[in-house]
């Protein structure tokens, strides 16, 4: 992936207090590509989410990740006891997170921007809150993100191949590490907490929907497919076919005789120009 600017530009820092508070976990479903991630009625968990950078980032506010420390804690925590949040985040999506004002309140550690040289690696347990700041730097950056498991992880999972307890407990699956690491300041959930949710998550799990279906079956290569997709490319996609849509039916009210199929192959023939066009559809009249 990647982020750039032309010139070097700047961001305030209550422009940025905004951006860091829309926080996100990935895997999450939500609608922002079509096919893709909107697997509502499960959460495409994982173990730990890998960045390398490919590019020096030796200043912030240049595309860089940036991670809230203990974070993975806190929000393992609320999730035990707020498991309506966390029904409503499998089933509703990522719009469930307790981003926004809720953030300073959960976490207690300041954000972190992950600058570096080329082949830095950074390691997150999955549910380490993060965003990625936006880059107002001249240069391009270029980082490469991997989403791994572990053999406890695949032995562990459910049907859906997610694995909600790890949402709960973040190093259950972790061998060798204690449940909480040394250091850790965030509120740990009890044992009990984290069995009255999983009891609940089961109790309340809804089937996907046909897009969730899709996901699930297609688990393996829904992670291969977003570990290269080219997000800048698929929304700049998405926003042509908006505009193509839209004035498809523009030169639909204009052309009431004209099949809507010869309209659309007209418009993508000459390139989008609706000038070019309605001449040819004249032409053709």
Same mark, same amino acid.
């Given at each position: 992936?990647?982020?750039?600017?032309?010139?070097?530009?700047?961001?305030?820092?209550?422009?940025?207090?905004?951006?860091?508070?829309?926080?996100?976990?990935?895997?999450?479903?939500?609608?922002?590509?079509?096919?893709?991630?909107?697997?509502?009625?499960?959460?495409?968990?994982?173990?730990?989410?890998?960045?390398?950078? #490919?590019?020096?980032?030796?200043?912030?506010?240049?595309?860089?990740?940036?991670?809230?420390?203990?974070?993975?804690?806190?929000?393992?925590?609320?999730?035990?006891?707020?498991?309506? @949040?966390?029904?409503?985040?499998?089933?509703?999506?990522?719009?469930?997170?307790?981003?926004?004002?809720?953030?300073?309140?959960?976490?207690?550690?300041?954000?972190?921007?992950?600058?570096?040289?080329?082949?830095?690696?950074?390691?997150?347990?999955?549910?380490?809150?993060?965003?990625?700041?936006?880059?107002?730097?001249?240069?391009?950056?270029?980082?490469?993100?991997?989403?791994?498991?572990?053999?406890?992880? @695949?032995?562990?999972?459910?049907?859906?191949?997610?694995?909600?307890?790890?949402?709960?407990?973040?190093?259950?699956?972790?061998?060798?590490?204690?449940?909480?690491?040394?250091?850790?300041?965030?509120?740990?959930?009890?044992?009990?907490?984290?069995?009255?949710? #999983?009891?609940?998550?089961? &109790?309340?799990? &809804?089937?996907?929907?046909?897009?969730?279906?899709?996901?699930?079956? &297609?688990?393996?290569?829904?992670?291969? &497919?977003?570990?290269?997709?080219?997000?800048?490319?698929?929304?700049?996609?998405?926003?042509?076919?908006?505009?193509?849509?839209?004035?498809?039916?523009?030169?639909?009210?204009?052309?009431?005789?004209?099949?809507?199929?010869?309209?659309?192959?007209?418009?993508?023939?000459?390139?989008?120009?609706?000038?070019?066009?309605?001449?040819?559809?004249?032409?053709?009249?």
């Amino acid at each position: 992936m990647c982020g750039g600017a032309a010139d070097a530009l700047s961001v305030s820092a209550s422009h940025f207090e905004g951006l860091r508070k829309g926080w996100h976990i990935d895997g999450t479903p939500n609608n922002f590509l079509p096919g893709l991630t909107d697997h509502f009625g499960t959460i495409v968990n994982f173990d730990v989410l890998v960045g390398c950078l #490919l590019s020096d980032v030796p200043e912030p506010m240049a595309g860089e990740l940036c991670v809230y420390p203990g974070s993975h804690h806190a929000l393992a925590s609320y999730f035990a006891n707020h498991v309506d @949040e966390l029904v409503n985040l499998r089933s509703v999506g990522s719009a469930h997170l307790p981003t926004g004002q809720q953030t300073d309140a959960l976490f207690k550690r300041r954000v972190v921007h992950c600058t570096g040289k080329a082949g830095d690696v950074f390691l997150a347990n999955y549910m380490t809150a993060h965003l990625i700041a936006p880059n107002t730097s001249a240069d391009i950056r270029y980082a490469v993100y991997f989403r791994l498991t572990g053999p406890l992880f @695949e032995a562990h999972a459910e049907g859906d191949g997610s694995h909600p307890r790890s949402m709960l407990s973040p190093w259950v699956d972790w061998s060798g590490l204690p449940p909480r690491p040394a250091g850790e300041d965030a509120e740990e959930a009890d044992e009990q907490a984290v069995a009255r949710a #999983l009891d609940a998550l089961r &109790q309340r799990r &809804q089937p996907p929907g046909a897009a969730g279906l899709e996901a699930v079956e &297609q688990k393996r290569a829904l992670e291969r &497919q977003l570990s290269v997709v080219n997000y800048d490319y698929l929304q700049a996609q998405k926003s042509s076919e908006t505009v193509m849509t839209s004035a498809s039916s523009a030169l639909a009210e204009m052309f009431p005789g004209v099949d809507a199929e010869i309209i659309a192959d007209t418009l993508a023939a000459c390139g989008g120009n609706e000038e070019r066009a309605v001449a040819h559809l004249v032409e053709m009249s």
